[in-house]
């Protein structure tokens, strides 16, 4: 399915020169939702799937290129055991069931982690979806799948020091631009917003070295009832903040 062409209607109250490049998402409460309901947490989670299919879309016709989904953190293995299994199926069958729509609105797919610990059957999903949508150009929609920033942050200096040990690399170049190619995000912008649902004021291990300048925006709204009218309400109100970097 081919998602709907921007409008002006829909644009309506957007910036189109002043849009976030690059958007990055945790998506808590899950299982907050599902327990208000008296539901299994997994319930939650496919919800929180159907959240994300619309958030995709909703930034696709946004025109904003990059967006990365905090969908499972390292921290996340020691949940229980059938919790990570249902997880695990949610994102098989979400890299399934998408791929087609992806790639139809030119939506590349990639991901960041220690994608190595994930199950066969999602391993097999992810380099088919990865391989189905390596031509999408208009958008990146990036993964972060058994991800951590500080074991991020501690591979890229791990490989670095290998790098200087058989004197491949000076260790007098090492600075922060040098040191960002050896970041899995090494050829995307750093996020320009942050977006937290369900209250928690916490970055949880989430892109530390790349949210560095992020704004940050933290909403009560429980992932699987965030959605396309609060997600466009938030990129407005990133558009009405005055960024300097810390200059003056
Ligand atoms: C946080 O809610 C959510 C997760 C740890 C998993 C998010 C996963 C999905 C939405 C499904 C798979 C993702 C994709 C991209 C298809 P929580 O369980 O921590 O909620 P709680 O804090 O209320 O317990």
Known sequence: MKYKEPSSDYRSGLDPSRLPKHVAIIMDGNGR????????????????????EDIVAACRRADIPYLTLYAFS????QRPQSEVQGIMSLLAAFLAKK?????????RLRTIGETHMLPESVLMALENALEHTRSGTDMTLTLALSYGGRAEIAGAARRIAGDVAVGKVAADVIDEAFFSRYLYTHDMPDPDL?????????ISNFLLWQLAYTELYITDTLWPDFGED?????????????????GV
């Open 74 to 77: 390292t921290e996340n293995w």
């Open 99 to 107: 791929q087609e729509e992806l790639k139809e609105n030119g939506i």
């Open 33 to 52: 939702w599902a327990r208000q309901r008296s539901l299994e947490r997994i319930e939650g989670h496919r919800r929180g799937v159907e959240v994300v």
């Open 230 to 246: 609060e997600f466009l309400e938030i990129i407005r109100d990133f558009q009405s903040r005055e960024r300097r970097f810390g």
């Open 194 to 202: 942050m977006i937290r649902t369900s209250g928690e004021m916490r």
